[in-house]
């Protein structure tokens, strides 16, 4: 079946600008995360939605970002004001979470770039 | 808190050669961990999770991982490499939240 897809793969922006990242994750998956890869590193985790339960936002480094998801669907992260230290490749991830299939699949992730 | 460390930025080995990637752990409770392996310009893929069971778990493309719980540890290891094995493995702990290893380079030489 159709794997996660995020959208757009690449984006260019300016500082103070806002941006939008769209995640689509497998479906019926009920679990869906974002996370940052900055260059060379590995990734941070930054937000994480299960069903209709409150999103765990610990990883959210600061109220510049923010997140929302449609029902077991679509979510998208937005960052207001960015900044150059945004600049990262932003991964999303779904997965189940009953049965022992923790696995998370991921997609081929969002290149941003605030100039 | 937990943490993920890979202490080997890179681990080069011959084709044909048994590789081993390290990986140990520092998490509260039962331990769930997870191989993922990054090709360029593509997204981490899945290889092979620990969640109960046996020590030794198989995963994908001929992978596999031994879970020690008195060394805290969860290496990955091939019997035989290829070349096409050659990219960023990344180990991963959590059951919700994972937190990611730096992640190591492995470099297969034909």
């Known amino acids: 079946g159709a794997g996660v897809s995020q959208s757009p793969s690449n984006k260019v922006t300016e500082k103070g600008k806002d941006v939008e990242l769209r995640c689509d994750p497998i479906?019926?998956?009920?679990?869906l995360y974002w996370y940052r890869q900055r260059l060379g590193q590995g990734l941070e985790f930054l937000i994480y939605f299960q069903g209709n339960s409150a999103p765990d936002k610990s990883g959210l480094p600061s109220d510049r970002f923010s997140a929302e998801r449609t029902g077991e669907s679509v979510s998208t992260l937005t960052i207001q004001r960015t900044q150059q230290e945004d600049s990262a490749v932003y991964l999303c991830a779904s997965s189940l979470t009953a049965g022992g299939q923790y696995e998370q699949y991921f997609g081929p992730g969002t290149r941003l770039t605030v100039t | 808190a937990q943490s993920v460390a890979q202490p080997e930025d890179q681990v080069n080995v011959a084709e044909g050669n048994p590789l081993t990637v390290k990986c140990t752990y520092s998490?509260?409770?039962?331990?769930?961990l997870f191989w993922y392996v990054q090709y360029p310009n593509r997204g981490l893929q899945f290889l092979l999770k620990y969640i109960t069971g046996d020590n030794l778990v198989k995963g994908s493309y001929g992978f596999e991982a031994e879970f020690n719980k008195s060394q805290t540890s969860f290496h990955l290891k091939k019997p035989s490499a290829l070349v096409s094995d050659s990219a960023l493995y990344f180990c991963?702990?959590?059951?919700?939240?994972?937190?990611f290893g730096s992640g190591t380079r492995l470099q297969v030489q034909p």
């Open positions: 998490v509260s409770g039962n331990p769930y």
């Open positions: 479906s019926g998956h009920t679990a």
């Open positions: 991963a702990g959590g059951r919700r939240a994972l937190t």
